[in-house]
Nanobody, 124 residues
Framework: QVQLVESGGGSVQAGGSLRLSCAAS????????MGWFRQGSGKEREMVAR???????IYADSVKGRFTITKDNAKEILYLQMNSLRPEDTAMYYC??????????????????WGQGTQVTVSS
């Protein structure tokens, strides 16, 4: 059974940290890339970070140096370590996978499977 299930969201004060996890059963060896996206209230969904099948990562400029995307192929878990959180990081965070031919994997339309999301709220 293939599915993406996020966890680890919550409420934190500015400057704090959270680690998001995405249980990616059935995806690690069949995805060309996996990513974390977020969507704030009234905003479009945007890429936060993505990692491809050989471990190459791309980050949004707004999170560079603060967030780290990693994956554990054996455990089939995708992670997003978020440090130095800011109020503007408040959003629903989604895990996504692309299982077709490789591309840059930076747009929501590049991904064919999505989790249901986990809420992150950062207070000032």
């Amino acid at each position: 059974q293939v599915q993406l299930v996020e966890s680890g969201g919550g409420s934190v004060q500015a400057g704090g940290s959270l680690r998001l996890s995405c249980a990616a059963s059935g995806y690690m060896y069949r995805s060309t890339c996996m990513g974390w996206f977020r969507q704030g209230s009234g905003k479009e969904r945007e890429m936060v970070a993505r990692i491809d099948s050989v471990g190459k990562t791309i980050y949004a400029d707004s999170v560079k140096g603060r967030f780290t995307i990693t994956k554990d192929n054996a455990k089939e878990i995708l992670y997003l370590q978020m440090n130095s959180l800011r109020p503007e990081d408040t959003a629903m965070y989604y895990c996504a996978a692309r299982t077709v031919y490789p591309n840059t994997c930076t747009l929501p339309t590049d991904y064919n499977d999505w989790g249901q999301g986990t809420q992150v709220t950062v207070s000032s």
